[in-house]
């Protein structure tokens, strides 16, 4: 049977797994900076790519390829190239596939760190950025220019929970001869297959649902080999690599992904509905309730809601830090993707370095609290939140 037959939550567990000399069990972590060569000629046919086989870890190691290799296989990729945060894999994505003079089309509804590294560094090597709507397919057809190279999303969206139409926007970004970048963090590629929606690429920050439980830093790339070739070489000379050490931690994360992504989408779902009963929320989004505006989207093109519930609360920035002081259960942190639940006012934090106008065209108000829904029993992480809310 090949690998490609099997379902995600056996990928998770065995797909990419290569066995040493020793035919240990477990996935071996190789903490090594370099690696030996037989002789010269071997060094030579390595270095110039005659020869597979591992060089510099920087760029080759076996526990990072069993890290990219198994990734890959989930999304459906032919190839991945891992980094060492999420933030340098969204970097490698665009120094590797975009050059001077080229022009960006982004969702509005963008981690904060995303929109900074658009604005304020790729903007220094003449690449520009034009932001338009998460939902409205139409905003992306008028915002393409002759110079247009890549669409870049998030779905759901950070911290709204926007859905965006990835095939609609993927027809729109191949009518161009733009790439469609989608950053899968929030789904991971159990709940969403944005490759077989129709997107080029996928990005993702490992280190929240993949890791699951806080502990490293990783990012990745993926898709085809031919637009990860330039990603890659990226990588090789500039170095924003993930550490064997962590690349062997998400291995073991992945493992249990299915199981956690189950969990977290099915306590943010009785945490949502609940937050919809409390007479000082005024705004409950959360994908898998009927009461978002994208829900049937969601429901078409993710498995699950995710673990994502975002809320806001009369009373505005006051209230939303009352709320989040008042917590003695939730870890006040901008994490997310954790086995323990999160909370953070996003203006103030993950959103606090764009511009108060930028916020407010994101929707991203005063009021507005993030929640990362975590494994403990729900009627929990209510009373914590309840003593707040009162």
């Given at each position: 049977?090949?690998?490609s037959?099997?379902?995600?939550e056996?990928?998770a ?8 000399q020793?035919?240990e069990?477990?996935?071996a972590?190789?903490?090594t ?6 002789n ?46 999420g ?29 900074n590294l658009?604005?304020?560094i ?17 905003e ?5 220019r002759?110079?247009?190279r ?5 779905t ?15 027809a729109?970004a ?5 790439l ?26 490992a ?37 064997p050490f ?10 249990t ?18 937050l ?11 994908p ?9 989207l ?13 809320f ?10 009352r709320v ?53 029993a ?13």
């Amino acid at each position: 049977m090949s690998e490609s037959s099997y379902q995600p939550e056996t990928l998770a567990v065995h797909a990419g797994t290569a066995r040493s000399q020793f035919g240990e069990h477990s996935e071996a972590l190789f903490l090594t900076s370099s690696f030996v060569f037989e002789n010269a000629a071997q060094a030579a046919a390595r270095f110039i790519g005659e020869q597979p086989g591992n060089i510099y870890s920087r760029f080759t190691n076996p526990t990072v390829t069993m890290f990219e290799e198994r990734l890959a296989a989930m999304e459906g990729a032919e190839q991945c190239v891992a980094t060492a945060s999420g933030m340098s894999a969204i970097l490698a994505c665009v120094m590797g596939v975009l050059q001077n003079g080229d022009h960006i089309v982004a969702s509005r509804s963008l981690f904060g760190a995303t929109v900074n590294l658009f604005n304020n560094i790729i903007k220094k090597f003449g690449v520009e950025t034009s932001y338009v709507s998460a939902t409205d397919v139409t905003e992306w057809q008028a915002a393409v220019r002759p110079n247009t190279r890549l669409f870049f999303l998030e779905t759901p969206s950070n911290p709204l929970t926007e859905i965006s139409d990835i095939a609609a926007i993927a027809a729109v970004a191949k009518k161009c001869g733009a790439l469609l970048a989608v950053d899968n963090c929030f789904c991971t590629p159990v709940l969403q297959s944005p490759l077989a929606l129709g997107a080029d690429i996928v990005i993702h920050s490992a280190t929240k649902y993949i890791d699951g439980q806080g502990r490293a830093l990783g990012g990745a790339v993926l898709g085809s080999k031919k637009n990860m070739e330039s990603v890659y070489g990226f990588l090789r000379t500039a170095g924003p690599a993930m550490s064997p050490f962590n690349a062997w931690v998400f291995l073991k994360g992945m493992e249990t992904l299915k199981l956690r992504m189950d969990a977290h989408s099915a306590n943010a779902l009785q945490l949502a509905r609940w937050l919809e009963t409390q007479p000082n929320v005024t705004r409950v989004l959360y994908p898998g309730l009927p009461s978002h505006p994208q829900h049937k989207l969601a429901m078409k093109q993710q498995k699950t809601g995710g673990g994502i519930v975002s809320f806001e609360v009369r009373g505005g920035k006051a209230a939303a830090w009352r709320v989040i002081d008042s917590t003695r259960l939730l870890s006040i942190t901008a994490n997310l993707g954790d086995t323990k639940t999160t909370i953070t006012h996003p203006a103030s934090t993950t959103h606090a370095r764009i511009t108060p106008e930028a916020r407010a065209a994101a929707g991203i108000s005063d009021g507005l609290i993030r929640i990362a829904v975590g494994l403990e029993a729900v009627v929990d992480i209510q009373n914590d939140l309840s003593r707040g809310l009162r």
